[in-house]
């Protein structure tokens, strides 16, 4: 079979270094037994110690030519391949299926990082943890605190729902073709269900959205059609603030003060 030419359209950037491989499969610590989804395997540069570490193993790949090297190289009972787009995956059901909570380890396309984040947060219950290679940019995004430039939706969103530890920065050479951009190896750990507090979490998606979708505005102009400045005030908050001013918790306070 020819060699594989990495596509731009998919995001492709395949992971060539060992040692960094060796440092991933060592933060998973995997068991034979575990439920372990791999988003995006590409060449297999994390699939194969994988393989040789799990009973089963999970990948989903869109890549209709890697679909069809992976079914080829491992027989069904070892590996089973879901050929689609990580985005519309349900993991789920695949959760349910097997009454057990998944483990998603992946080199996430750059491009559809932020998108897929969101759509694996919404998996949280059935997910025990998750492992991933992201842009630098986005796990600091991911980290940062209330006051910080880098502080956002994607912030307040994800330490809403996960425990979020960045684990070792990936230079451009450990990845063929190369990015142009650092990469950083971090972990997400589900929070327990009784620690999500808001009463409507579609209702505090949507005022975060809001806050953040203007962000450069103050508060009782980018959430005016939630609330008005003496509400905001009775709850702490400044009307004058900015989005990235308030914490997770003021976020949920005032969601929770609308329901």
Known sequence: MS???????FGQNFLVDQQVVADIVAELAVQRADLLVEIGPGLGALTEPLLRRLDHLHVVEIDRDIVARL??????????????DALNFDFGTLAGATGRRL???????????????????SFGR?????????QREVV????????????????????????????????PEAFSPAPRVHSAMVRLIPRPPEELSAADEKGF???VSLAFG???KMLRNSLRSLVDDGQLAALGVSPTARAEELSVADYLRLANSLK
């Open 3 to 9: 060699a594989h030419v990495a596509r731009k359209r």
């Open 71 to 84: 079914q080829q190289r491992h027989p069904a009972d070892r590996l089973t391949v879901h050929a689609g």
């Open 103 to 121: 483990r998603v380890v992946g080199n996430l396309p750059y491009n559809i990082s932020t998108p897929l984040l969101f759509h694996l947060a």
């Open 126 to 134: 059935c997910v025990r943890d998750m492992h991933f290679m992201l």
């Open 140 to 171: 600091e995004r991911m980290v940062a605190d209330p006051g910080s430039g880098d502080f956002g939706r994607l912030s307040v969103m994800l330490q809403y729902r996960f425990v979020i530890e960045p684990l070792f920065e990936v230079p």
């Open 205 to 207: 998606a949507t005022l």
């Open 214 to 216: 203007q962000r450069r």
